[in-house]
C-alpha cells in the first residue's frame, strides 16, 4: 500500500454481487480518492447468504489487480468468509473501516437478516472494525450509482472523522431517486417477507420450487422508520450492534420460574 508522510485510511471493501458488479466499481471508485484501498470479493454473487461461512471446501484467494494504493482479491467464499481471510491472512494492518456494498437492491427492514452485505458489515464489527453496509434500491445491473456514491462518502468520511462504539455498525439504504433528499438516522422497521414458491417439473417428472414473494411493511404509517424515509427519498441509516440480548425478556423471564 502506499505510503505517505501522513498514511491514508485503509479501507477493507467487500459486496455479496460479486467482483464484477458496477455497485462494487462504483463505490471503490469513490473511495480510492481519499483512502488505500484492499477489496476482498466473492468471484460471483453471493446475495442472500446473510452470515454464512464455508467450513466444508477450501477458500482460494486470487490477487487479480494490485496497484499503489488499491489491491483486488476475489475469493470462491461468501461475503463473510472474504472479511475472515481479509483481517486474518490478506491485509497488511488493521483496516479503520469496512465498507460492503454498494448493493444492488433494498437491505431494510427485515431484509438486514438475510443480507450478504450486511453479513459482511457484522463480521467487520464482530472483529471491533467499524463496519457499514451500503444497498441502493435498484436490482438492475446497470443501475445508476451517483446518488448513492454520494451519500456513501457521507457515511465513510464522518465515520473515520468519529469512530463507532464498538459491536456496532450501520445499514445505510438508498432510495433509487435523482437527487436523493439527503440522509437520516432511523429505526429497522417492521416488516417480513411474504414468501411464496413456484412449483415446477425437471425433464425427469421431479417437482422443484423457485422461491418468490413480496416484502409487507408492517407498520406503514410510522415515520421514524427506514422504509418511511425510503419512501419520501432520503436515505436511513440504520444503527445496528451485535448483542442479540432482548432485556425486556431477560428480565420477564427473570421473574418468572424459568430459573433453577
Not at 441502493?136 to 451519500?151: G, Q, S
Not at 437527487?179 to 417480513?192: D, F, I, L
Amino acid at each position: 500500500m502506499s505510503k505517505t508522510e501522513k498514511e491514508r485510511p485503509l479501507i477493507l471493501v467487500t459486496n455479496d454481487d460479486g467482483i464484477k458488479a458496477k455497485g462494487l466499481e462504483s463505490l471503490v471508485k469513490m473511495l480510492k480518492l481519499f483512502t488505500d484501498v484492499v477489496i476482498v470479493a466473492p468471484n460471483e454473487s453471493y446475495s442472500g447468504m446473510s452470515h454464512a461461512i464455508t467450513v466444508k471446501t477450501p477458500l482460494y484467494a486470487k490477487l487479480v489487480k494490485e496497484k499503489e494504493g488499491l489491491q483486488l482479491y476475489k475469493v470462491n467464499g461468501t461475503p463473510v468468509d472474504c472479511v475472515k481471510l481479509a483481517i486474518n491472512v490478506l491485509l497488511p494492518r488493521k483496516p479503520d473501516l469496512l465498507v460492503s456494498g454498494i448493493n444492488h437492491g433494498t437491505n431494510s427492514s427485515i431484509s438486514l437478516h438475510y443480507s450478504g452485505t450486511v453479513g459482511a458489515a457484522r463480521e467487520g464489527a464482530l472483529n471491533k472494525i467499524p463496519a457499514v453496509g451500503f444497498s441502493l434500491l435498484n436490482y438492475r445491473h446497470e443501475a445508476d450509482f451517483t446518488e448513492a456514491v454520494k451519500v456513501a462518502e457521507h457515511v465513510v468520511k464522518s465515520i473515520l472523522g468519529d469512530k463507532l462504539p464498538s459491536g456496532t455498525f450501520l445499514n445505510v439504504n438508498i432510495p433509487d431517486v435523482s437527487p436523493v433528499k439527503g440522509a437520516k438516522v432511523a429505526r429497522q422497521s417492521k416488516g417480513r417477507w411474504v414468501e411464496e414458491f413456484v412449483e415446477r417439473q425437471d425433464p425427469r417428472g421431479r417437482n422443484y420450487y423457485w422461491l418468490t414473494g413480496h416484502f409487507e411493511n408492517l407498520e406503514p404509517e410510522a415515520k421514524d422508520t427506514d422504509e418511511y424515509l425510503l419512501a419520501k427519498g432520503y436515505a436511513s441509516i440504520v444503527p445496528c450492534h451485535l448483542d442479540a440480548t432482548n432485556f425486556n425478556l431477560l428480565s420477564y423471564l427473570k421473574e418468572q420460574n424459568y430459573e433453577l
